[in-house]
């Protein structure tokens, strides 16, 4: 990338040293813009130096052209080799600013070094070389600015052409172009990738003038596909240098100086190959799950894949902001599900809720401590997946923020941010538990035994006390012992009763009364009126 660097350096010495400091600069190829130098006495001075040894100061500022692998850092590459010049040469020049000359890139015309012209025999073949040189298919990499005439003599005569599209801005900066292009394809990859797997769901399921529209529009997308990965699996071939090259023809000033042209031909064989495993590989997973379970799973699942993907590319923007306030904020903000319930000495929150539609608290349900490690899993889980994707939502806003007129607007986006978040989590986990409990009512009302959720079941049981009835301590409350009640089993040393019919909850002594199954007790399986045939 030919850009230029100005450097103001001051170099102390006599007069040799100003004319070998010139002439290095004249070899390297630095161009003097200004020159400040001290005028020489032309009389001996009191001291009795010579004018030509007498030490001055000179102030040069220098165009030093910055190579391609020091785009990154020009200014301070451009000040090193001062130093290394002064270092080898043994003078005192020393840099004192340096900055890129900015108007230069705007201002001068621009050229892309390329290939040359083909002169093959093959008048297909040199069309379509040429035809692909005009679109930049063989374009070196290599910016150069200034004219006409200047670039040819750089880059070799016929291998430079004019931009295209012709803007300015497009070519400023070749190697972020570059990468800017190269992840709109890649993005452009996945996503023609995705909608060939999606097109499996309509080829597999679907009548067959809807399979077989399937099935073109699956082959439209893999040549799309392969059209938009072919710059991923170009050749790159180095004309010129040192050795032959009879394959091509280069021009011969670029050969005969040794210049280098860098060649870059696409593979198509190899674009459709890559195609074809990019978008076979989902259609065939995609119609395998049609088969196996149905068209709304395997939706479900590419929706999931696409939302890992929004989510994987917005971590990585907030990563390479490296700021670690966020992550902090979002792990603090992941563990409260699990410190709040512990300092508070409650059980996990799911159980919580779901026993509030029974009037039994967590602590009074018999479960398993697999199925409370699940519940808890759950409960972590839907906190990490909103977790990341508020930390891939501030990714993406993190540019704008960053702005000076938006920044104040920071701490509000933030609180809005986790209010909704709460909201969200409190409507999925909470009022998920919470719409589990009422449903469990609704269907034990209806007779039937309700489904399991995380191990906590309400069992049919009948209850018959094992000395006299009056004797039982019941708290204020009344057994009866022809009536069906729902049990959650036995913690410690009592078992609490639900009374389906006031919607009640009360405990009592697990050594003063018997407790039996009504009915089936599986879930989905009838409930029993009475415990008079159960019990008899």
Same mark, same amino acid.
């Given at each position: 990338?030919?850009?230029?660097?100005?450097?103001?350096?001051?170099?102390?010495?006599?007069? !040799?040293?100003?004319?070998?400091?010139?002439?290095?600069?004249?070899?390297?190829?630095?161009?003097?813009?200004?020159?400040?130098?001290?005028?020489?006495?032309?009389?001996?001075?009191?001291?009795?130096?010579?004018?030509?040894?007498?030490?001055?100061?000179?102030?040069?500022?220098?165009?030093?052209?910055?190579?391609?692998?020091?785009?990154?850092?020009?200014?301070?590459?451009?000040?090193?080799?001062?130093?290394?010049?002064?270092?080898?040469?043994?003078?005192?020049?020393?840099?004192?600013?340096?900055?890129?000359?900015? &108007?230069?890139?705007?201002? !001068?015309?621009?050229?892309?070094?390329?290939?040359?012209?083909?002169?093959?025999?093959?008048?297909?073949?040199?069309?379509?070389?040429?035809?692909?040189?005009?679109?930049?298919?063989?374009?070196?990499?290599?910016?150069?600015?200034?004219?006409?005439?200047?670039?040819?003599?750089?880059?070799?005569?016929?291998?430079?052409?004019?931009?295209?599209?012709?803007?300015?801005?497009?070519?400023?900066?070749?190697?972020?172009?570059?990468?800017?292009?190269?992840?709109?394809?890649?993005?452009?990859?996945?996503?023609?990738?995705?909608?060939?797997?999606?097109?499996?769901?309509?080829?597999?399921?679907?009548?067959?003038?809807?399979?077989?529209?399937?099935?073109?529009?699956?082959?439209?997308?893999?040549?799309?596909?392969?059209?938009?990965?072919?710059?991923?699996?170009?050749?790159?071939?180095?004309?010129?240098?040192?050795?032959?090259?009879?394959?091509?023809?280069?021009?011969?000033?670029?050969?005969?100086?040794?210049?280098?042209?860098?060649?870059?031909?696409?593979?198509?064989?190899?674009?459709?190959?890559?195609?074809? %495993?990019?978008?076979?590989?989902?259609?065939?997973?995609?119609?395998?799950?049609?088969?196996?379970?149905?068209?709304?799973?395997?939706?479900?699942?590419?929706?999931?894949?696409?939302?890992?993907?929004?989510?994987?590319?917005?971590?990585?923007?907030?990563?390479?902001?490296?700021?670690?306030?966020?992550?902090?904020?979002?792990?603090?903000?992941?563990?409260?599900?699990?410190?709040?319930?512990?300092?508070?000495?409650?059980?996990?929150?799911?159980?919580?809720?779901?026993?509030?539609?029974?009037?039994?608290?967590?602590?009074?349900?018999?479960?398993?401590?697999?199925?409370?490690?699940?519940?808890?899993?759950?409960?972590?889980?839907?906190?990490?997946?909103?977790?990341?994707?508020?930390?891939?939502?501030?990714?993406?806003?993190?540019?704008?923020?960053?702005?000076?007129?938006?920044?104040?607007?920071?701490?509000?986006?933030?609180?809005?941010?986790?209010?909704?978040?709460?909201? %969200?989590?409190?409507?999925?986990?909470?009022?998920?538990?919470?719409?589990?409990?009422?449903?469990?009512?609704?269907?034990?009302?209806?007779? &039937?035994?309700?489904?399991?959720?995380?191990?906590?079941?309400?069992?049919?049981?009948?209850?018959?006390?094992?000395?006299?009835?009056?004797?039982?301590?019941?708290?204020?409350?009344?057994?009866?012992?022809?009536?069906?009640?729902?049990?959650?089993?036995?913690?410690?040393?009592?078992?609490?009763?639900?009374?389906?019919?006031?919607?009640?909850?009360?405990?009592?002594?697990?050594?003063?009364?018997?407790?039996?199954?009504?009915?089936?007790?599986?879930?989905?399986?009838?409930?029993?009126?009475?415990?008079?045939?159960?019990?008899?």
């Amino acid at each position: 990338m030919m850009l230029n660097v100005r450097v103001q350096a001051t170099l102390r010495g006599p007069v !040799e040293h100003r004319m070998t400091a010139r002439r290095l600069f004249e070899a390297r190829g630095w161009e003097v813009l200004t020159a400040e130098e001290e005028e020489f006495a032309t009389v001996r001075t009191p001291d009795g130096v010579l004018p030509g040894e007498a030490v001055r100061t000179s102030v040069y500022t220098l165009g030093i052209p910055i190579r391609q692998n020091a785009s990154r850092r020009p200014e301070r590459w451009a000040a090193q080799e001062v130093e290394d010049l002064a270092d080898e040469a043994h003078l005192d020049l020393r840099p004192v600013s340096a900055k890129m000359s900015r &108007r230069q890139r705007r201002e !001068e015309p621009h050229w892309l070094a390329c290939a040359p012209r083909s002169t093959r025999s093959g008048l297909w073949v040199r069309r379509r070389f040429n035809a692909e040189r005009r679109l930049g298919f063989h374009d070196t990499g290599t910016v150069l600015y200034g004219s006409r005439e200047e670039a040819e003599r750089r880059a070799g005569q016929g291998c430079v052409r004019p931009p295209f599209p012709r803007r300015v801005t497009v070519h400023g900066v070749m190697r972020r172009g570059r990468a800017a292009d190269n992840r709109r394809r890649e993005l452009k990859t996945v996503a023609l990738g995705w909608a060939g797997g999606l097109l499996a769901i309509p080829a597999a399921t679907g009548p067959w003038w809807l399979a077989l529209s399937a099935w073109v529009a699956w082959v439209v997308v893999v040549w799309w596909c392969a059209t938009t990965v072919r710059p991923f699996v170009r050749r790159r071939r180095i004309l010129g240098g040192s050795g032959p090259d009879p394959a091509a023809s280069v021009a011969p000033r670029a050969r005969a100086e040794g210049e280098v042209v860098v060649v870059h031909r696409h593979r198509r064989w190899e674009a459709w190959l890559l195609a074809l %495993v990019i978008c076979g590989v989902l259609f065939v997973g995609t119609a395998l799950l049609v088969r196996i379970a149905d068209p709304v799973t395997a939706l479900g699942i590419h929706l999931l894949l696409a939302g890992s993907l929004f989510v994987a590319a917005g971590i990585r923007q907030l990563v390479r902001t490296g700021d670690r306030r966020p992550f902090l904020v979002a792990v603090f903000v992941g563990l409260l599900p699990v410190a709040a319930p512990a300092l508070a000495g409650l059980s996990p929150v799911l159980f919580t809720f779901y026993g509030a539609a029974f009037h039994v608290r967590a602590e009074e349900m018999d479960v398993a401590k697999a199925w409370q490690f699940l519940a808890s899993v759950h409960v972590l889980g839907t906190s990490a997946v909103l977790m990341l994707f508020s930390l891939a939502c501030w990714g993406y806003m993190s540019p704008l923020l960053r702005r000076r007129s938006l920044h104040l607007l920071r701490p509000l986006v933030a609180l809005t941010g986790a209010m909704v978040l709460t909201l %969200v989590w409190g409507v999925t986990v909470l009022d998920g538990a919470s719409e589990a409990g009422d449903t469990a009512v609704w269907k034990w009302r209806s007779g &039937r035994v309700p489904g399991d959720y995380y191990g906590a079941t309400p069992t049919p049981v009948c209850v018959t006390p094992i000395g006299p009835l009056e004797e039982l301590p019941m708290y204020g409350h009344k057994l009866d012992p022809e009536r069906v009640y729902g049990s959650f089993g036995a913690v410690g040393s009592e078992v609490t009763l639900w009374d389906p019919a006031s919607g009640t909850a009360f405990p009592v002594p697990s050594d003063a009364v018997q407790v039996f199954p009504a009915g089936e007790g599986k879930p989905g399986a009838s409930i029993p009126r009475a415990c008079s045939s159960s019990t008899g």
